[in-house]
């Protein structure tokens, strides 16, 4: 069977894509003789492939998508050599800018939908997607991402590094992409040190978070920094649990497998938790959640996972 190719435009980061990924798999059964391909944020699209139904990447800031909001002929232009590859385009990025619509619409061969990035409706917005691509009442259980070789074994060698079994320790997550939705590094390393009293914890810092490393060492627990998303999936998938925040790797987490505890501040739980095995705590503001109050939910993970 010939295989088309297809694309996927979608402009939002971490978290945004894993909400996406029950709509990218709805798509993939709809067009079994479509291979799609993303662009997206440069790492987000090579991450994508092989973990979500995705057979190739693309930078969203290449110049052939800029190229579609200026007024010369697309017909013509390096965007239309491009995107006249695909036989079908689904395109969540720039859909209320009609120059862009028409130019997209005019460079493709086949097929080209629009959707909001941030599609309307006050249920979870990964439902939201799929009702977006008229496939709603679908089941969210369809959210998880398939880990490549490369993600357990690099996620092993880390362990090894730490001399941690796989599960035998949980995972800390304690960054995100906004300061307000975090709960502070300060409780954080409170509740990693009780849970020490049974479990061994590794935190994951990101670039954003390098500079709350010393607030873990100072109590001795083991600091993993930048790792690369497969590899932080594997960890996931290969800890007790997670705790993190409202946070795009607490997605990742819970995509990979991994049963955790989520967090949340100022954001809808009900619009933007991560789908999965996840308990949802809630307060504002955050400062206030004392890692007493945490504890009982971590204490119910421990004995869930005995």
């Not at 398939?146 to 035998?168: I, M, R, W, Y």
Request: aromatic share 8%; net charge neutral.
């Amino acid at each position: 069977m010939e295989t088309g190719r297809g694309l996927i435009i979608f402009p939002g980061a971490l978290g945004d894509l894993i909400c996406l990924v029950p709509a990218i798999h709805a798509l993939s059964r709809r067009y079994p003789t479509i291979g799609f391909e993303l662009m997206a944020r440069g790492e987000l699209a090579r991450f994508a492939v092989q973990r979500m139904r995705i057979v190739a990447a693309h930078s969203i800031d290449r110049i052939e998508l800029a190229l579609l909001f200026s007024e010369q002929r697309v017909e013509s232009s390096v965007a239309g050599k491009f995107f006249s590859q695909f036989d079908r385009i689904e395109c969540f990025f720039a859909s209320d800018n009609e120059r862009f619509c028409s130019s997209l619409r005019q460079a493709v061969r086949g097929d080209v939908r629009f959707y909001p990035f941030r599609p309307s409706g006050l249920s979870h917005v990964a439902d939201c997607y799929l009702s977006a691509i008229g496939a709603g009442g679908m089941h969210l259980g369809d959210a998880s991402i398939e880990l490549v070789p490369a993600d357990l074994l690099d996620a092993q060698q880390t362990l090894h590094a730490f001399g941690l079994e796989p599960k035998s320790f949980v995972l800390v997550l304690p960054g995100s992409g906004s300061p307000r939705k975090n709960w502070p590094a300060k409780s954080f390393a409170l509740l990693a040190d009780r849970i020490q009293l049974s479990h061994r914890v590794l935190v994951a810092l990101g670039p954003a978070e390098a500079g709350l490393a010393p607030i873990f060492h100072a109590r001795s627990l083991f600091v993993a920094s930048n790792t690369e998303l497969g590899e932080l999936a594997g960890i996931a998938r290969l800890a007790c649990f997670f705790i993190g925040n409202d946070s795009g790797v607490s997605h990742l987490a819970a995509a990979a497998g991994a049963p955790g505890l989520v967090i949340f501040g100022p954001s809808d739980p009900e619009r933007w938790r991560p789908l999965g095995d996840v308990k949802i705590l809630q307060k504002e503001p955050l400062e206030r959640l004392l890692p007493d109050l945490v504890w009982p939910a971590v204490a119910e993970l421990i004995k869930a996972g005995q």
